[in-house]
């Protein structure tokens, strides 16, 4: 008899399959789906089943070689996207040549291993991490790349250039960059996040509100900060979620970060505050600002600044994003208050609620690498008392060189190839305790290289307009 197995079963019935889901390297959610008998049998008998990574980007280089997915039961819940009697569990990943310790390439098991490196530090004992995920719902999307021709096209129905569309048009469109916080009949995607809203709830998540962004047909459904494997496991199903409803509404919904021209892009703001012994270590006992530790970790996360951009910036499409226009956060910085760099504070009545806003990462990130890297370097700034610059209070929303600002010495990684290359010179606070493995960081920066060299190599449209005539 399986206690806790029986205990994680018991709310679900009439289950036929369970989806056994995990997360590659890239962030991208894989499943697969068992008959829930043959399951339980096999979670009974061995704790979980076998599987060929060989097809995994990063995962299959070993010829025959298997990998363990053990299903964390605290995880189980109901499909309704994948219709009725379907549960689906999140799973770690083990090694089969040493069963019951994590392969060294999963990004959960890194998560975990962070959480529990937390505590032995005598730091804190929990990282509270509240993720703000802003994401695209469009109505179709089409690109091609060919030797001849490359290119995109993406119908929204929001968006300034379907001001003279001929046929039905209600004409309720704001102008330029005043999509948020819109009221319907502009706010024309209100029913359709509620709906995501309501889904969300029933597959577990803490939600709060939800609202529109500010570029046409832009969202955010706020959720609930967790700690932060749970923060992660979050993302993972608020994504899954958002884009299986967009389907059913015959819709399609994207977390690139910037998919619009002349449009803002969509960002993954991390929310994250340190506690032990249930008491917050980032508000000042004085009740003035922020606590030295707090301030040392902003200095962490920005002397690394470079180095994480590769795991939070994690596309060559997030380079893109980064415009001051559109209240980017690309300078390294920080500041109370203040939405244009890199880090905020943000002001709250209750002191005690204090917290660090990071602004920079956006929805390419794999979010089990992003939170434990922004961790390794927060806690590798407060480990050495690094001290951040002087907090700016210059909005910095139209900043170009050279403008000098106070607190201010650069920007974030040019681009994603500029990011990996700092990450292979600057990934020792990421292993000095063994967080992620040297074949980890080899592995994430050879990928995120092929991705720079073949969009790099892509002939784009504007090099027609600029030298085909020459």
């Not at 959720?223 to 509404?249: F, G, H, M, S």
């Not at 961790?375 to 050495?384: E, K, L, P, S």
């Not at 139209?398 to 292979?424: F, K, T």
Request: some cysteine.
């Amino acid at each position: 008899m399986n206690i806790a197995r029986d205990e994680a079963f018991a709310g679900l019935s009439g289950l036929k399959y369970l989806d056994l889901r995990f997360s590659d390297i890239r962030g991208k959610w894989q499943h697969i789906t068992f008959s829930a008998e043959r399951l339980k049998d096999s979670y009974d008998k061995h704790g979980g089943v076998c599987f060929s990574p060989s097809a995994i980007a990063g995962w299959g280089n070993e010829v025959g070689r298997e990998l363990f997915l053990r299903p964390d039961l605290k995880t189980l819940h109901m499909d309704e996207s994948l219709g009725e009697g379907v549960a689906a569990v999140i799973c770690d990943v083990e090694d089969t040549l040493a069963l019951g310790l994590p392969f060294d390439r999963d990004p959960r098991c890194i998560a975990k291993r962070t959480e529990a490196w937390l505590r032995d530090t005598g730091i804190a004992d929990t990282a509270l991490i509240g993720p703000e995920l802003e994401f695209f719902v469009f109505e179709n999307v089409r690109s091609s790349v060919q030797i001849n021709r490359a290119g995109y096209e993406i119908e929204e129905t929001e968006g300034l250039q379907n001001s003279g569309r001929e046929g039905e048009n209600k004409g309720h469109r704001p102008a330029f960059y005043t999509h948020h916080l819109e009221t319907p009949p502009v706010d024309g995607l209100w029913a359709l996040r509620s709906n995501i809203f309501e889904a969300l709830k029933r597959g577990g998540l803490k939600v709060t509100h939800h609202h529109h962004e500010a570029a046409p047909s832009q969202c955010e459904i706020g959720i609930d900060p967790e700690a932060l494997t749970a923060a992660a496991d979050a993302v993972q199903k608020y994504k899954y979620i958002v884009r299986t409803t967009c389907a059913k509404w015959s819709k399609t919904a994207s977390f690139m970060p910037k998919p619009l021209n002349t449009a803002a892009g969509s960002g993954l703001h991390v929310n994250l505050s340190l506690w032990k012994d249930g008491k917050p270590l980032f508000s000042d006992p004085d009740g003035e600002g922020i606590s030295d530790m707090c301030r040392f970790f902003i200095g962490g996360v920005l002397r690394h600044m470079k180095s994480l951009n590769a795991i939070t910036n994690a596309s060559t499409n997030s380079y893109r994003r980064m415009d001051a226009v559109f209240r980017v956060a690309e300078a390294v910085g920080w500041g109370f208050g203040n939405r244009s760099l890199a880090i905020r504070i943000p002001h709250s009545p209750d002191r005690r609620n204090v917290r660090i806003e990071m602004r920079f990462p956006d929805p390419s990130a794999n979010p089990y690498l992003c939170f434990s890297a922004l961790m390794a370097a927060g806690v590798d700034g407060i480990r050495h008392r690094t001290e951040p610059p002087t907090p700016c209070g210059q909005d910095l929303a139209a900043w170009r060189p050279p403008l000098p600002a106070a607190g201010v010495r650069e920007r974030i990684s040019r681009d994603l190839l500029d990011a990996v290359d700092a990450l292979g010179n600057d990934c020792a606070y990421l292993m000095d305790d063994g967080l992620f493995s040297r074949q980890m960081i080899d592995e994430y920066c050879r990928l995120k290289y092929e991705e720079h060299c073949i969009v790099h190599s892509t002939v784009h449209p504007h090099e027609f307009l600029w030298y085909f005539s020459l």
